[in-house]
């Protein structure tokens, strides 16, 4: 269809549970969430508001007032600043991924910039990149500890073929392979020069206790990303937030669309941050079983697993340097039709953290298939 942008052909829709499964019972390992719904207590005090509250007739509250200043505070208690972030600071979306694609149309669109991104990493930057015509480069990390390549990427900076790096992309922990950045990285970071935007995507942060938020005080050229999909259990109602200077927190909500978030989710999120202590409350369970999980995934010999400081492990057949994809998806395959979804990414594994049930069966079903390797 001629009316269709040429460079469209190319991309498929994102999938997320490509192909389901027949299993009774599945385990959703394989997106990363909390393996626990909202507690019923907070379910039935968000139906109240619904009810009582919410007019749906009317558009939703579109400057977020009161949502971004608990969050303000919220990520200044992480952040153990003493002046606290304020409104200014933050910008809300539906879902991370929304202000990704806003902070690719404030930076780069139009032939202005490309992207920088270390591989294996969160795919979303690059496929939102590709739908908006901006180029991406794509650096590579030591295959040993993914650590990333900071020769290639300063190499990167320099080239000039394509438009100027405008803004570069890590996550922290990074996903899929669960380390938080190094002291050399993050020390590349801060060498960058004020003309490059260094987005910080702490999806992970309640999991790992690590975070660079209060590097925001002092760089007017770093944003930090955070969602409400992971540790606080609303993937299902898609907000995520940006911490960053009032400059940048201003591009971001010019390029936003005016009503992107619903009632109901702004007012799930307000909700969960005036319950952290409840919510986050199995966070130290998690990470005893992704602790658990990687001791046990130590002990099969036919596998490679690195550790985490996120709610998911790394994991990929030995020797780690041959070509695998066949076997990790036969894999993959294989434990969907058990009723376990993992995913296969970044040439490895990506095994999300779920119950202590959940885990146990996980590890019996990689267990049983490796058994019948050669
Ligand atoms: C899961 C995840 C997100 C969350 O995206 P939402 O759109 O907020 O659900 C963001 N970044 C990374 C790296 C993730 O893994």
């Given at each position: 269809m001629s009316f269709l942008r040429a460079d469209l052909a190319q991309l498929k829709a994102y999938v997320s549970h490509p192909g389901g499964t027949t299993a009774q019972q599945v385990d959703i390992l394989d997106t990363n969430e909390s393996p626990y719904d909202l507690p019923l207590a907070l379910k039935e005090k968000l139906a109240n508001y619904y009810t009582e509250a919410i007019a749906t007739n009317r558009y939703p509250n579109g400057s977020h007032h009161r949502l971004k200043s608990l969050i303000a505070t919220y990520a200044s208690t992480s952040a153990h600043l003493t002046t606290n972030f304020s409104e200014a600071n933050i910008s809300v979306g539906n879902g991370s991924d929304e202000l990704i694609r806003s902070i690719l149309i404030a930076t780069c669109l139009g032939g202005e910039g490309s992207i920088l991104v270390a591989d294996p990493t969160?795919?979303?930057?690059r496929i939102l990149a590709t739908t908006l015509g901006i180029p991406s480069i794509t650096v590579e990390r030591n295959p040993k500890d993914f650590s990333i390549d900071l020769t290639k990427a300063?190499?990167?900076i320099a080239q000039t073929k394509l438009p100027p790096v405008k803004v570069i992309f890590v996550v922290h922990p990074n996903s899929p392979t669960g380390q938080c950045l190094t002291d050399a990285e993050i020390t590349w970071l801060r060498s960058l020069p004020e003309n490059i935007l260094v987005v910080i995507d702490e999806a992970y942060y309640e999991f790992s206790q690590q975070t660079l938020a209060a590097e925001?005080?002092?760089?007017?050229n770093w944003l930090i990303l955070r969602t409400f999909s992971k540790a606080f259990r609303l993937a299902a109602l898609r907000v995520g937030y940006a911490i960053a200077q009032p400059t940048v927190i201003q591009a971001l909500?010019?390029?936003r669309l005016p009503y992107n978030l619903p009632s109901f989710s702004q007012q799930a999120a307000t909700l969960a941050l005036e319950n952290t202590d409840y919510l986050l409350g199995v966070i130290p369970e998690i990470q005893a079983e992704r602790e658990h999980l990687f001791t046990e995934l130590q002990h099969i010999n036919k596998l490679h697993t690195w550790p985490?400081?996120?709610n998911f492990l790394h994991t990929r057949l030995k020797p780690i340097d041959q070509p695998q994809e066949q076997q990790l998806a036969h894999l993959v395959e294989t434990l969907k039709t058990e009723g376990t979804l993992i995913r296969h990414t970044g040439g490895?594994?990506?095994?999300?953290?779920?119950?202590p049930q959940e885990n146990q069966r996980t590890l019996?079903?990689?267990k049983n298939f490796v058994?019948?390797?050669p």
């Open positions: 969160f795919s979303m930057y300063q190499a990167a925001i005080v002092t760089r007017p909500e010019k390029v985490s400081d996120a490895g594994l990506r095994i999300s953290v779920g119950t019996v079903r990689l058994k019948l390797l």
